[in-house]
T-cell receptor, first 116, second 111 residues
Framework: EAGVTQFPSHSVIEKGQTVTLRCDPI?????LYWYRRVMGKEIKFLLH????????ESGMPNNRFLAERTGGTYSTLKVQPAELEDSGVYFC??????????????FGPGTRLTVL | AQRVTQPEKLLSVFKGAPVELKCNYS??????LFWYVQYSRQRLQLLLR??SRESIKGFTADLNKGETSFHLKKPFAQEEDSAMYYC?????????????FGTGTRLLVSP
């Protein structure tokens, strides 16, 4: 079974440019999460999708970040315009439908974003 | 606010020595606690969760609600245990969806 995949693995852009990160969750996983680790700090939650709906976007830093999950499959996270402080590693994770159980979140390899 | 504290950035031990990676949390309710591990050039993966009460790769962790701790322990460290370890919690308030991570502890096991 293929795990969570993310594209690109690395992205280097200049301040003010736009970048779009993509995440493909494990097939059949309705829950999709985005997290971010800024250098030297903890991994922070950004948002959570259930299928195509945003369930919790309390961690999104500001309106320069836009996440979508069209059709409830893959998700994109767009940063426009990028700022220096957006540099970090962006992780995507997915899990099965929760129900009454706490299901494991499976993480992708991450996208390392560098804003110059 | 919910918070997870891992006081050690780096823990360096010799092979065969006992290991304890510390994790404390602040949350007034009943959280679910996890340890995630990231080996070199691999992705973040779940090591263990407190509700399972199991031992994985020789590691155990006990939730101490009185001390709000969830320390990770292994009696005899192996070189292959060298990795980055993250303690995390999820909250009933968010349906146990959102994970709150600590800053991580790098474990280095030397021969």
């Amino acid at each position: 079974e293929a795990g969570v995949t993310q594209f690109p693995s690395h992205s280097v852009i200049e301040k003010g440019q736009t970048v779009t990160l993509r995440c493909d969750p494990i097939s059949g996983h309705d829950n999709l999460y985005w997290y971010r680790r800024v250098m030297g700090k903890e991994i922070k939650f950004l948002l959570h999708f259930v299928k195509e709906s945003k369930q919790d976007e309390s961690g999104m830093p500001n309106n320069r970040f836009l996440a979508e999950r069209t059709g409830g499959t893959y998700s994109t996270l767009k940063v426009q315009p990028a700022e220096l402080e957006d540099s970090g590693v962006y992780f995507c994770a997915s899990s099965q439908d929760l129900g009454t159980r706490v299901y494991e979140q499976f993480f992708g390899p991450g996208t390392r974003l560098t804003v110059l | 606010a919910q918070r997870v504290t891992q006081p050690e950035k780096l823990l360096s031990v010799f092979k065969g020595a006992p290991v304890e990676l510390k994790c404390n949390y602040s949350y007034s309710g009943s959280p679910e606690l996890f340890w995630y591990v990231q080996y070199s050039r691999q992705r973040l993966q779940l090591l263990l969760r407190h509700i399972s009460r199991e031992s994985i790769k020789g590691f155990t962790a006990d939730l101490n609600k009185g001390e709000t701790s969830f320390h990770l322990k292994k009696p005899f460290a192996q070189e292959e245990d060298s990795a980055m370890y993250y303690c995390a919690l999820s909250l009933r308030d968010t349906g146990f969806q959102k994970l709150v991570f600590g800053t991580g502890t790098r474990l280095l096991v030397s021969p």
